[in-house]
């Protein structure tokens, strides 16, 4: 098969990743991760009263990056099939293109190092909480000001250094996508 080669797609609550990670995935024809489905079902962590998702504590950070770890290795994993679960039931064989999107993916610099493209997509914190309130209603608001907003801050800084690009998120989704597919072709040498 080759080498397999890593894509890491971070940035903010609402930045796009998944949607970027899943149009790509088509256009490569590659595995694609979401880290979101490594949350715990029962998190711990509370911040200004409310149950914070936005924190590597509420992960499964250890299992998701020796998953990772696997693939890049070119050996096949179990990841849990979908988020705020404790099972991981699902089969994960390796592939020439893993396009792995979350976003604390960068937060340490130990697991972004096993990525061969780290990209960053940056958006304005006004639009993560309109997007929030507008995927899930005004009471997230509230939620997006106090938890996710202080909560990305808190590795903002470490996500953006250990990143090999950061992306304009405020471009359209083809734009960006655009952007994206020139930068994996020039990284792997496709014309």
Known sequence: MGKTFLIGICGPSTSGKSTLAKSLGKEFNAVVIEADNFLKSKPKR?????????????????DFKKSIYNLKKQKETIIPSKKLTDVFDKKINPAKIIIVEG???FYKKSFSKMFDIKIFIDIPFEKIVKRRV?????????YSEKVVIPEHLKFRKNMINNSDFVLNGNKTKLQLKKEVIKIIKNKLKWT
């Open 46 to 62: 509370k911040v200004s009263g409310y149950t914070s998702w936005e924190h590597p504590n509420n992960m499964w950070m250890k």
């Open 103 to 105: 976003f604390l993916i």
């Open 134 to 142: 507008d995927y899930c209603g005004e009471k997230e608001r509230d």
